[in-house]
Every structure is written in C-alpha cells, then in structure tokens.
C-alpha cells in the first residue's frame, strides 16, 4: 500500500478521559503510526497533570486540545463533538483510546463512507484474550447474531452531524444515539460487520465496573430489555429441570455461534467463542435486574452525576426532541 495520509479530507477524533496512564506507551506507538496515515485530533479531558504528561508524551502529528465546556453529562460526547468543532475534515473516524485501527481497515471504513452517512465496523479483541474478553466476545456474537454489534469505533460525515444538529451529550448508549440521529434526519447507515478492527481489552477492574452499566443500555432497546428481564425467571423456573436448563445453554450457544459465522466472522472470532455465550447470558440475567434499580434511583451514577437516558428512539429524535445540550 502507498505510503502517506490515505486522503486529503478524512481525519480522525480521540476522546479520551484518563486518571492513570498505564496503557500511555502503547496509545503512543499507535498514534505515532496512525498519525503517519490521517490527522489525528486528540480531545483530552483528564485531569491537569495526566493532561500535560499527554501534550509531552504524544508524538508532535498528533493534535491535542482540551474538550469544550458544552455543559454535557456524558464527556466522551463532549469530546466527539469538541472534535467535529475543531476538525476541517468532512470524513471523520471516531475511537475510544482502545481501538487498533491497521492502515487497510482505516482506508476501507474512509471508502465506505463516501458513499454513507455513518459507517459501522467490527471491533473483535486482540490475541492473548485473557477471560474476561472471551466472555464480553460471547455479547459480541450475540448482537451479530440478531443483525450488528455496537463498536467503539464509528466513521461519520461532519456535514451529516452538522445538519442533525449534533446528537445528545446526555445519554448513556452514545454510539447507539449518534447512529440514530444520523438515521432519524434521513442519513444512510452502512453496518459493515465484515470490517474488523481490533481493540485492547480492559483490565479486569474495568469490565467488572462494566456489566450493569452496560446492561443499563438496553433501556434504549425496549423489546431487548424485555427479553432480558424475562431471561432470570426463565432460569430459576428451570433449576429443577436440567434439561431446560441444558437446552437453554445450548440455545445460546447455538446463536452465538450464528453469529461468529456472519460476515465472515470466523476469521477473527476462534471456534471456542460461542461457549462462553451461557455464561454472558447468565449474567446479564442478573446484570439488568441491577440496572433496573439503577434506573428507580434515577440512573446511572456516571462522573459524579447520574445519567437517565440510556438513549432516545428514532421516532423521538425525528421529531426533534432531543439536544446535544443538558436535558
């Protein structure tokens, strides 16, 4: 492949917010590499000192400002938004800090969305998986099995989001909103499910801290929470009968495995993914009873706030009550 930016109109957009810099060395490797391809915006909102070790540390391509003061609950929306703000491109990768973008799936996500208003790729986790990134994998599958997954990475028009008005900075589920804004003021979505790009997995602390809020999402998917709410009934009707509880299982084995098999999966995602699928399913049986508690104490607690909203539907945000402002 040629060496250079992969186009003269793409940029790229880094929200980040840190309170230890652990994974600093590695963000900079990438960073110096991606910077190499496309421009590369940075918008930090950690504290003063990890702020300033950033500016020093961070190759001299990189672009690094703060986040705008836009008043909004969710920070990783304020610094998408600070970064359409400041950024001349029209076509616009965002990443969270975890994401590994190689130079072919950067050029492939910026191709497709010449002809879309959003793109949506394929996050799958880098080898060695420890445990934990097995059995977040097992959501993964799930979600492609019933249609795409939701990544931490997007590609999306500037001029589209513009126009839209931006997207709401006060919900849980951000990609999940911009996606549906896009959608809602008419723009076309490409799911390219067959676009993988790797992503670190956390450290263990972090995916613990992660399974009730990320069961609170689903209260953006009314007939997936459904679903969900019945899945904990379901299993303690069962315990007396080992064979409901065996077909179960192996029912969502069986879907997951249908979606490693989709588009193309089976090339990033090994053979043994699909039987950690009980295991998710089991917990988020419980996760989303937690979530529900979460949301009677008025959401979830988030950055010394609570957020409500997990996100607005389609038939809300088309009829344009939503604000990328405070709710």
Not at 150 to 173: E, K, M
Request: hydrophobic share 45%; with cysteine; net charge positive.
């Amino acid at each position: 492949m040629s060496a250079g930016p992969i186009t003269a109109d793409a940029g790229y957009i880094l929200p980040l917010k840190w309170s230890d810099d652990s994974a600093l060395e590695s963000l900079c490797e990438y960073l110096a590499e991606l910077s190499g391809w496309i421009p590369v915006l940075v918008v930090d909102g950690s504290p003063d000192p990890l702020f300033t070790r950033h500016r020093h540390a961070f190759p001299g391509t990189v672009r690094h400002c703060r986040p705008d003061a836009l008043g909004l609950r969710n920070g990783k929306v304020e610094g998408v938004l600070t970064g359409v703000r400041h950024s001349g491109f029209e076509l616009l990768v965002i990443a969270d800090d975890d994401v590994r973008y190689t130079r072919a799936s950067l050029e492939r996500v910026v191709m497709l969305l010449a002809g879309a208003d959003v793109v949506r790729p394929q996050n799958y986790f880098q080898a060695p998986l420890p445990w934990h990134a097995r059995w977040d994998t097992a959501r993964t599958l799930l979600n492609r099995a019933f249609g795409s997954d939701y990544p931490g990475t997007l590609a999306v028009r500037r001029s589209s989001l513009q126009a839209a008005g931006g997207y709401s900075g006060d919900v849980l589920f951000e990609n999940l909103e911009l996606l549906r804004t896009i959608r809602a003021a008419g723009g076309r979505e490409i799911r390219a499910g067959d676009l993988f790009v790797a992503r670190h997995c956390c450290s263990l602390r972090h995916f613990l801290r992660q399974r009730v809020r990320q069961a609170y999402d689903d209260f953006a998917q009314p007939l997936r929470l459904a679903v969900e709410l019945a899945l904990l009934p379901a299993v303690l009707l069962s315990l007396r009968r080992p064979a409901r509880l065996a077909a179960l299982a192996a029912a969502a084995v069986l879907l997951a495995e249908t979606g490693r098999r989709r588009a193309r999966g089976t090339l990033v995602f090994g053979p043994g993914a699909a039987f950690w699928a009980p295991v998710w399913v089991l917990e988020r049986a419980v996760a989303i009873w937690f979530a529900v508690a979460w949301r009677l104490r008025g959401g979830v607690p988030y950055s010394g706030t609570r957020i409500r909203v997990a996100g607005h539907s389609l038939r809300r945000l088309r009829k344009g009550k939503h604000s990328p402002g405070p709710e």
